[in-house]
Structure formats: C-alpha cells, structure tokens
C-alpha cells in the first residue's frame, strides 16, 4: 500500500510539474515578425512571441483561445482582421487552420512550422495573382508538456476542451471571414480546415451553418435540380476526431430526396461539396483508440434501435447509433463516399511523380449519386500514413484544387 501511494504521489507531482503553460503564446500585437526564412533557430525571441507573421509568399495571423473558448487576447483578433483588410489590389485568398490534441500556437510546433512550409504554399502556388493570408488557431491541445505515454491520459480533458473552444469566440472569428468574404468588391476566398481534435471544433462552430444550407436547398422548387450553396469556398476536416452521431443530421438531410431518375429533383450538374472529411485508414488514433475512449465515456449512454437499423440482419451491437456514438464519420462505411489513393502521372511534363486521385465509392444509402455535397472520404496509407502524417505535398495539392472547380468536380476525382 505504501508503495502505490508512492507512486501516485509521484505522477501526481509529475503531473502538476508538467502541465503546459495556460498564456499564449503570441501576446504581441505591436511587432510584426518578417520571416525571410521560416527555420525555427533563425527567428528572434519577439517574432517567436509576434501574433502576425510576413513572408514573400503570404501573411500569417495568430488567435489563440482559453479552454473555456474566450479569445486570449482580443488583439489578435483586432489585428488579424486589421491585416485581412489592408489595401490591396488582388483578390484575397484566406486559409484557415485549427490544430488538434497534443498542438499549440508555439513558434516551434509542428503544425505550425508544417502550415508555414506546406499548407499556405499550396494554396500560393494554386492562386499566384492572389494574395494568401493564413489564420492558425490555436488552443491547449496540451494540458501537459512531456511527450509518450502520460499524454494518452488527456483524451478526455482535452476532448472536453475541445467542445468549450467550439462554443466559444471561434464562432465570432469564422462570422467575421464570412462577413469579409461576402462583403467585398474583390474576390475574396474562404478556406476552413481541421485536424483531430480541431476537426471537432471546425464542425462543430459551423454544422448549423451547413444544415441550414442543406434544408434550404430541400425547401426549393422541386421541379428543378437542388443546389446546396457552400457557406465557405471550402470547409475540410482531417483525421477529425468526433462521433459520427453528430453527423447523421447533416447526412439525413443532404442524402433527403435523391433519385436516379433525371425528371425527379436531385442536385445540380454544378453542384460543389459544402463540406469535406479525410480520414486514413491507417489512422490508429481515430480507428482502434478512439472507440476505446467512447466506449469507456459513453457506457452510461442509451442508444436503442432506430429506424436506421436493420433489425433482421443486425445484432445488438451492430445498432447504428451505437456504432456512431462510439467511431468518427471516417471509419464508418455508411458515411463513406469518396476513396482516396495515389496514381503515378502518365504525363512526363508532369512535375509529380505520383498524384492523388478519388474515385466514388458506392455507397448503397446514396446509390450512384455523384454530386452528393458532403465529401466523407476514406485515404489510403500511402496518402495520409497516419495520424498526424497530413502534411504530404501532394495531399495539400489535391486539397487545394478542390475550390477551383467552380461549375464541375468530375477533372479531380476521376
């Protein structure tokens, strides 16, 4: 006895002595950091600290937000909006990225150091006559700073953090994009994007958005093809850690009225995804570890059969709604409606040597529906390799050529 007490003292102790700081990590509004280069050891203390970054290529704008989902400081936000309308003659391109578990705002991180070298880059280069801006939002992905096993324990806590964040003044930041893109006389370009954890924030700060857009598209004349209108260019979730459950009211809705039947309403030839998930295969966290944790969390949790169930053919375990309750949207085949893979180019010129590429996976809910406008796509190993592994260049490629396709999507997943 004496002994287990010792050892709970001891990861008591180790706990509190290694909790991740709770200030953030960009509290200057005054200096703008120049980046020439975006190596870690070459940037000086106050660009470290600084909440706007330059570069040739794009700007940089930092929000961090408390675990409870208020803005750390209210500046940021001032002064990113500040950089989004300075005077500028070429339409604007802004890419938004909410980091999940285990990340912060901190100079160093590697979603930060990865979002300077390989996410805004492919946005740049896709619109070289645009100006890019990126916004990184940070929040306490980390409630401790030692790395291994000790951060598994956080799931829960940073989970719940993670819906504070959500229901927080992230929602304040994503109205005012949206009100800067609509607003404008230049052409003025949205991207939201989420990882892990991250993804549950994005979702869940923009699902009523979506749902409103689909049921708009339900309530139109039903003599003529539907057309859900995007609330942003692009809305995209990586690896998202959240339950399927939240998703099925979207999936109700935009999967409502779909025919085969050319005469009967179906969505537009034009029609765009309002909304698109990548998840690897591969993704361990999301695949095996996550039900673990739902299923521990969600043990007092009523889910009864449904009328989405298959009573004859199922068991108990097989409900629907458990399944949901307890797996993410990408690793359930119900959602699933794209597969992503890699191809090697057969064009010589082509400077890619392998190029990622989608195919429609049947999908016996949604029949051979093409045009279906929320994208729950499932990725290969060797396009995403894992949890974290996001940031292949040629993934960010095929990401940011999505927006392009203003009238037709069949050139990117063909």
């Given at each position: 006895?004496?002994?287990?007490?010792?050892?709970?003292?001891?990861?008591?102790?180790?706990?509190?002595?290694?909790?991740?700081?709770?200030?953030?990590?960009?509290?200057?509004?005054?200096?703008?950091?120049?980046?020439?280069?975006?190596?870690?050891?070459?940037?000086?203390?106050?660009?470290?600290?600084?909440?706007?970054?330059?570069?040739?290529?794009?700007?940089?704008?930092?929000?961090?937000?408390?675990?409870?989902?208020?803005?750390?400081?209210?500046?940021?936000?001032?002064?990113?909006?500040?950089?989004?309308?300075?005077?500028?003659?070429?339409?604007?391109?802004?890419?938004?990225?909410?980091?999940?578990?285990?990340?912060?705002?901190?100079?160093?991180?590697?979603?930060?150091?990865?979002?300077r070298a390989e996410v805004l880059p492919a946005f740049a280069r896709r619109h070289p006559g645009s100006r890019t801006v990126g916004i990184y939002v940070g929040w306490r992905g980390a409630s401790l700073s030692v790395p291994g096993l000790l951060q598994g324990i956080t799931f829960y806590d940073r989970k719940s953090t993670a819906e504070h964040v959500a229901r927080g003044s992230v929602r304040e930041l994503i109205s005012h994009l949206r009100a800067i893109r609509n607003n404008q006389a230049r052409t003025v370009s949205l991207t939201l994007i989420g990882h892990s954890f991250g993804g549950l924030i994005l979702y869940n700060a923009v699902a009523e958005s979506l749902l409103d857009s689909l049921v708009a598209a339900n309530n139109g004349d039903s003599s003529s093809a539907r057309f859900a209108k995007p609330i942003v260019d692009l809305v995209v979730l990586l690896n998202p850690a959240f339950e399927a459950s939240r998703f099925e009211p979207l999936f109700q809705v935009a999967k409502e009225g779909l025919s085969k039947d050319a005469s009967s309403w179906r969505y537009a030839e034009s029609q765009r995804p309002i909304f698109v998930s990548i998840t690897s295969e591969a993704d361990g966290a999301t695949r095996a570890a996550f039900p673990i944790g739902r299923t521990i969390n969600s043990i007092f949790d009523h889910e009864g059969w449904t009328d989405q169930d298959d009573r004859v053919n199922s068991t108990y375990a097989e409900r629907v709604e458990k399944v949901a309750n307890t797996n993410t949207i990408g690793h359930m085949a119900r959602y699933r409606t794209h597969r992503l893979t890699t191809r090697i180019s057969s064009d010589r010129n082509d400077p890619h040597t392998e190029l990622i590429t989608c195919s429609v996976m049947l999908n016996k809910l949604l029949g051979e529906e093409t045009l279906f406008p929320l994208w729950n796509m499932y990725a290969s190993a060797d396009v995403i390799s894992g949890h974290h592994d996001i940031y292949g260049k040629n993934l960010w490629e095929f990401i940011s050529a999505i927006p392009n396709h203003q009238t037709s999507l069949d050139p990117i997943c063909k």
């Open positions: 006895m004496r002994l287990v007490n010792r050892l709970a003292v001891i990861l008591v102790s180790v706990m509190i002595t290694s909790c991740a700081t709770v200030d953030p990590y960009r509290p200057d509004i005054t200096t703008d950091c120049q980046l020439t280069v975006v190596a870690v050891e070459e940037a000086s203390p106050e660009c470290r600290r600084a909440a706007i970054e330059r570069t040739k290529e794009f700007d940089i704008g930092y929000v961090e937000f408390s675990d409870q989902g208020w803005l750390h400081e209210r500046g940021q936000l001032t002064r990113t909006l500040k950089l989004l309308r300075e005077s500028e003659p070429r339409d604007l391109q802004i890419v938004v990225f909410v980091h999940g578990w285990k990340h912060s705002a901190r100079f160093d991180d590697l979603d930060v150091t990865n979002f």
